[in-house]
């Protein structure tokens, strides 16, 4: 698969739930590389703005959509990577902010 088809895959599925992906096509295009890579590396698609451990189990929190990406662009308008955001961000109505990272430190 290639980022162009992981795009196209779920970008109908994702904009249904009301998430969008960012308007920077090119950002998205090498994050959804990084999340191919990480497929191919890990057997699932773990965040590439994160360091992934190679454990599923421990990994999960950080599987693409990650459960950090809700109330992340609850609050944001974007998630930690940038690759989803809200419609309002997108159209340049919210200020863009750094998004901090939501994940506990081990």
Not at 19 to 41: A, P
Not at 61 to 68: A, G, H, L, M, Q
Request: aromatic content about 12%; some cysteine; overall charge neutral.
């Amino acid at each position: 698969m290639t980022p162009e088809e992981l795009y196209e895959k779920l970008k109908p599925i994702q904009e249904a739930k009301g998430y969008f992906f960012n308007k920077d096509k090119n950002m998205v295009m090498q994050l959804l590389e990084g999340l191919l890579i990480n497929k191919e590396r890990y057997g699932y698609m773990s965040c590439p703005c994160r360091l992934a451990s190679g454990d599923r189990e421990k990994d999960k929190d950080i599987i693409c959509p990650c459960i950090y990406r809700e109330p992340d662009v609850k609050e944001y308008g974007s998630c930690y990577c940038g690759l989803y955001v809200s419609k309002e961000w997108n159209e340049g109505l919210i200020p863009h902010v750094y998004v901090p990272e939501r994940r506990p430190v081990k």
